[in-house]
C-alpha cells in the first residue's frame, strides 16, 4: 500500500502529545451535551496514508462522555486499522470496556500506532501493535497469531482498515489502484476472517466497517463504493454462514467521519467542508461511532442481533 517516510517530518513535542491523548477530562450533564467540532476544519490534503498527529483539529477519540461499564471484561479483540481515525476509538473504548487489543497498522502509521497503544495501557490494559498489510493473506494469517501467542485468544475481530483514491472518472482508475482498493477493503476482510475463525469461540463477534457509500454510492469512489458495498453483502452472508456457530457478524456503516482516510484523499477545499452536506452540518468524530462498535461486540447487549448494517449518517434519513 502507498504511503510516505516519515523519518525526517517534525513531530509533535511528546510531552504535548501525551498529554492530549490521554485526557479523559470528566463533565456532568449540567454542562451540556459535548461540542464536536463543525467545519471549517483544515484546508489542507495530507500525505496517504494520513497520520491522525497532523490533522487539526483532532480527530476525537476519547470519548469524556462515555461511561464504560465493563462490557467486554477480560475479552480480547482484533482491530485491523486500530492507529487512528474510527479504529483509535473503538480500540479506545473497548479498553475502557475491559478488553485487551490488538491493532493491526501500516507501517507508515507506526506513530500514530504508538499513541494508540500508550492510551490503552493507560487505561490499565494491554495493547499489542501489528505492523503489515491486510491485503497479503499470509500476513493475516500472522497477526491472528501473534495476537493468540501475545494476548493468549481472540473474542472479537473488527475490519476496519481502508483505502480508499477518489478519481473524477473510472478512465482515472488504474489496474493498479483498482487491485489495491479491493485487496484492502474486501479481500482483507475475508483474509482476516479466515485466518480468525478457528479461534473463535461461541459468543465471539465479527464487525465490518462498511461506508454510507456501499450504500448510496458516490460518484468520485467507484471502487471504493463497490468495496463498502460487497462488505454489506459479505457482512450479511457471513451471519447467515456462522449463525449456527452462534458468532454474531454485523456492520457498521457511517457517513462523513473526521479521520485521516478522508484528509489524505479529498482536495483541501473538500476536507476544509467535510461533513457539511448532512443535516448535522459537521462531519461525525470517531468517539460518536465507536460506541456502536462496542454495542455490536457485547453479547448481552446485542445477542439477538445478526446480520446487520447499522447505518451512522449525521441525520441523513434515505440511506439504502
Known amino acids: 500500500m502507498p504511503g510516505k517516510n516519515t523519518?525526517?517530518?517534525q513531530q509533535p513535542e511528546q510531552s504535548k502529545t501525551k498529554a492530549k491523548i490521554h485526557e479523559f477530562p470528566s463533565r456532568s450533564a449540567e454542562q451540556g451535551p459535548l461540542k464536536e467540532p463543525e467545519p471549517p476544519y483544515m484546508e489542507k490534503k495530507l500525505a496517504k496514508p494520513g497520520l491522525q498527529m497532523e490533522m487539526e483539529p483532532q480527530p476525537?477519540?476519547?470519548a469524556p462522555e462515555y461511561r464504560a461499564a465493563g462490557k467486554l471484561q477480560n475479552k480480547v479483540a482484533l482491530i485491523t486499522g486500530g492507529d487512528s481515525g474510527?479504529?483509535?476509538?473503538?480500540?479506545v473504548l473497548y479498553a475502557r470496556e475491559g478488553a485487551d487489543v490488538a491493532i493491526v497498522h501500516l507501517p507508515e502509521e507506526a506513530s500514530d500506532a504508538?499513541?494508540?497503544k500508550e492510551i490503552i495501557e493507560g487505561v490499565g490494559r494491554r495493547c499489542h501493535a501489528i505492523a503489515g498489510d491486510v491485503g497479503d493473506p499470509e500476513f493475516c494469517r500472522n497477526a491472528v497469531e501473534s495476537t493468540l501467542d501475545t494476548l493468549g485468544k481472540l473474542d472479537i475481530l473488527v475490519n476496519n482498515a481502508a483505502f480508499q483514491?477518489?478519481?473524477e472518472s473510472i478512465l482515472d482508475i488504474s489496474e493498479a489502484q483498482l487491485e489495491q482498493t479491493f485487496r484492502t477493503n474486501i479481500f482483507g476482510y475475508f483474509h482476516m476472517v479466515k485466518a480468525a475463525l478457528p479461534h473463535l469461540k461461541p459468543g465471539s463477534a465479527i464487525i465490518n466497517t462498511g461506508?454510507?457509500?456501499g450504500l448510496n454510492g458516490s460518484k468520485d469512489l467507484l471502487d471504493y463504493s463497490a468495496t463498502k458495498g460487497a462488505i454489506h453483502a459479505f457482512t450479511k452472508s457471513l451471519a447467515q454462514n456462522l449463525v449456527d456457530k452462534n458468532i454474531r457478524v454485523n456492520c457498521v456503516a457511517p457517513g462523513p467521519i473526521w479521520t485521516p482516510l478522508v484528509a489524505s484523499d479529498f482536495e483541501p477545499n473538500e476536507v476544509k467542508e467535510h461533513g457539511k452536506s448532512v443535516p448535522m452540518e459537521r462531519a461525525g468524530q470517531p468517539e460518536e461511532v465507536a460506541p456502536s462498535y462496542v454495542?455490536?461486540?457485547?453479547?448481552p447487549d446485542s445477542s439477538y442481533i445478526t446480520g446487520e448494517v447499522l447505518s451512522l449518517l449525521g441525520g441523513k434519513t434515505t440511506a439504502g
Open 7 to 9: 523519518a525526517n517530518k
Open 295 to 299: 454495542f455490536l461486540a457485547s453479547e
Open 60 to 62: 476525537r477519540s476519547m
Open 114 to 116: 504508538q499513541q494508540t
Open 86 to 91: 474510527i479504529g483509535r476509538a473503538v480500540a
Open 165 to 167: 483514491n477518489s478519481q
Open 211 to 213: 461506508s454510507i457509500t
